[in-house]
């Protein structure tokens, strides 16, 4: 009972750490991008380049967060996050800064809530072992 209860705590901490950090970095992300990617093509671009940075900071946390939970699962994740950011460059250099926005904050969101259900699937997975 007692390892149960450190091992959904620890799933807790997990979980809110990831989450705390994932709705930072979307208002850090939103109020960078909306304020230098909405004046001009060649400043969307460095706003781009901007959120790509951050978020793979984020990924990178996330990972040092979790890796001693599962590390594969984490680098897969991690590794699509990233794929999905270099969309996010591509549509930032073409499309409209808000749309960017939206992506990227989607994108941070549902990275963050993947990362953290992988965690407790992993954790329960350990558990069972």
Do not use: M, N, Y
């Not at 900071?57 to 794929?83: D, E, K, L, P, R």
């Not at 549902?110 to 992993?122: D, L, S």
């Amino acid at each position: 009972v007692v390892v149960v209860e450190a091992a959904v705590a620890s799933v807790v901490v997990v979980v809110v750490v990831i989450v705390v950090v994932e709705v930072v970095v979307a208002v850090v992300v939103v109020v960078v991008v909306s304020s230098i990617c909405c004046s001009s093509s060649s400043s969307r671009t460095a706003a781009a380049v901007v959120v790509v940075v951050i978020v793979v900071v984020v990924v990178v946390v996330v990972v040092v967060v979790v890796v001693v939970v599962v590390v594969v699962v984490v680098v897969v994740i991690a590794a699509v996050v990233v794929i999905l950011l270099v969309i996010v460059v591509v549509i930032a250099a073409v499309v409209d800064c808000i749309v960017v926005v939206v992506v990227v904050v989607v994108i941070v969101v549902v990275g963050g809530a993947v990362t953290a259900a992988a965690a407790v699937v992993a954790e329960k997975i350990v558990q069972v072992k």
